[in-house]
């Protein structure tokens, strides 16, 4: 799925820096501010619980929520073990 022009928000609706490029997503950790790389098609990391992206740095893991009509993504934090 391609996500390059898709509005980047956080899971309370607020808009973040963010950088999609094709099905890729690299934003900033919530927790420490170290880099995540998420992956919007299925079964790779950040599409589900079951493949959260996870921060290398603090192990916090993320999934994405892809609303195509729309046109925006969302990015929900799943745990943090900071």
């Not at 928000?9 to 420490?32: H, V």
């Not at 992206?53 to 900071?82: N, Q, S, T």
Request: glycine share 8%.
């Amino acid at each position: 799925m391609d996500i390059t022009d898709f509005l980047i928000m956080d899971w309370e609706g607020d808009q973040i820096l963010a950088d999609p490029q094709g099905s890729n997503l690299a934003f900033c950790c919530f927790t420490c501010r170290g880099p995540v790389l998420a992956v919007a098609l299925e079964n790779q990391r950040g599409w589900d619980e079951e493949h959260p992206a996870v921060c290398r740095r603090c192990g916090a893991a993320y999934l994405l929520g892809i609303r195509p009509h729309a046109e925006k993504l969302y990015i929900h934090k799943v745990y943090d073990f900071e």
